[in-house]
């Protein structure tokens, strides 16, 4: 059984930084590609970055680019995002996903996910 357990959330000011960070158990991490995804309060979860299997592949969504960034150790099965210049659109619930199979590269839509984190909150304030 996969898990993902997502820790590093929290609040902080507009311009902050905040590194999240993923450990996954249950499955051969360095098999697979990660991802993370966000869902602001009354919006729907949106990709938001994604890394291969030996990290040389990453994406992100635009609003994010340059200033955050995604980062893997598979020796400690762990997923990392770094953020950096954060705004108050940033703030929303992160959640850390796994895909269905080691088929895929990078995981750039939710219906690829075939598992979640329980999430972890950033709250970024002007």
């Known amino acids: 059984q996969v898990q993902l357990v997502e820790s590093g959330g929290g609040s902080v000011q507009a311009g902050g930084s905040l590194r999240l960070s993923c450990t996954a158990s249950?499955?051969?991490?360095?098999?697979?590609?990660m991802g993370w995804f966000r869902q602001a309060p009354g919006k729907e979860r949106e990709f938001v970055a994604t890394i291969s299997w030996g990290g040389g592949t990453t994406d992100y969504t635009n609003s994010v680019k340059g200033r955050f960034t995604i980062s893997r150790d598979n020796a400690k099965n762990t997923v990392y995002l770094q953020m950096n210049s954060l705004k108050p659109e940033d703030t929303a619930v992160y959640y850390c996903?796994?895909?269905?199979?080691?088929?895929?590269?990078?995981?750039?839509?939710?219906?690829?996910?075939?598992?979640w984190g329980q999430g972890t909150q950033v709250t970024v304030s002007s």
């Open positions: 996903a796994a895909p269905k199979s080691t088929y895929y590269n990078i995981i750039l839509i939710q219906t690829d996910v075939g598992s």
């Open positions: 249950g499955l051969t991490f360095s098999s697979y590609a």
